[in-house]
């Protein structure tokens, strides 16, 4: 750990929990993607969200930005979109004392601290990609100068999972940079009857700001310290290599897997694992931890077979079947 004292580690967890308090006061349910959206903020990464439109994917994202006191933008993506209305674009601009011509980078809606990228699949692969470098490496390149984008930085991507007609399908290289694919899912009848009775009254108030862009940063170091048994290592190790079809795989995944999870989905696993437990006021990674989070973070990572599409597999039944293969010890 870091030369940190436990009081200054208990206050940093009181202000998590302060945090979850302030966006429950604008969303109604959904404890499960709440949680994932923390766990994907903590541990530095990027999250993809399913689900069908009305579910309050953008209102989620918005009063996490409200919470934490970040610059939120909404990029809703489309087929004519172009990488320059993502990124930013170079202005022709003229001296009017010297009459001298040069031009000034524009920057884009890229350059935030959490970044809502709507229906990301419905815009083409040449888009998709400009998001390639923002993603893994913080940065933009334009006209050979390299910008650096805002800290932190969170893509938020979302997709819906019913209309297929007109979408390109992200690619593996895109989808391997998001730390978790989140599903969103209808909410219970209760849920849905508190959402009906809290929007249709006195409009709700602002969710207050309860934690600093440097205070994310700071709790984004903390779960880097948190503790990880060798023998979870180990477990990860092995769980991501047993997700590759080959010799040594186990059945399921022979037969219903056409491509595995590479190295980038056990860094993900190990520290989404991490910010689950400093969340949950824990300084130490379990194995609960792990299963908990091994559908999130690998579900968009393999490749299914033709075998697994026709069966009815979905890709959260093999991860189960995956770490149930693969013994702890």
């Not at 604008?26 to 069908?52: N, S």
């Not at 998001?178 to 009906?196: G, K, N």
Request: hydrophobic share 45%.
């Amino acid at each position: 750990m870091t030369d940190i004292s436990e009081a200054e580690i208990q206050q940093k967890l009181a202000r998590l929990g302060e945090l979850r308090a302030a966006i429950g006061q604008a969303i109604v349910g959904q404890g499960a993607v709440v949680e994932q959206l923390l766990i994907g903020l903590l541990a530095g990464g990027h999250c993809l969200l399913e689900g069908v439109p009305g579910l309050g994917k953008t209102l989620l994202v918005r009063s996490l930005g409200e919470a934490l006191k970040l610059d939120f933008r909404r990029v809703q993506f489309t087929p004519d979109l172009m990488p320059s209305d993502i990124l930013g674009t170079e202005l022709l601009e003229e001296d009017h004392g010297t009459g001298h011509r040069s031009f000034r980078f524009q920057k884009g809606p890229v350059f935030t601290n959490l970044l809502l990228a709507d229906e990301l699949n419905r815009t083409p692969p040449k888009t998709q990609a400009a998001l390639l470098e923002a993603m893994q490496e913080r940065t933009v390149s334009y006209g050979g100068t390299t910008y650096q984008l805002p800290s932190p930085f969170f893509v938020l991507a979302t997709q819906n999972p019913l209309e297929q007609a007109g979408t390109y399908p992200l690619p593996e290289a895109q989808l391997d940079r998001f730390l978790l694919h989140i599903r969103v899912d209808y909410p219970t009848e209760q849920e849905e009857h508190d959402i009906l009775a809290q929007t249709t009254g006195a409009k709700p108030g602002a969710v207050p700001a309860v934690m600093q862009g440097e205070e994310v940063l700071a709790l984004q170091k903390l779960v880097r310290d948190v503790y990880f048994g060798e023998d979870l290592l180990r477990w990860v190790t092995r769980i991501v290599r047993a997700s590759r079809p080959g010799e040594g795989a186990p059945d399921e995944i022979r037969k219903y897997v056409k491509w595995g999870a590479g190295p980038r989905a056990g860094q993900s696993l190990i520290l989404a694992a991490k910010a689950r437990a400093l969340l949950q006021g824990r300084l130490a990674a379990t194995r609960e931890d792990i299963i908990a989070l091994a559908g999130p973070v690998m579900r968009h990572r393999l490749l299914l077979s033709f075998a697994a599409e026709a069966e009815g597999k979905s890709a959260d039944d093999v991860v189960a079947a995956l770490v149930r293969a693969v013994p702890l010890g």
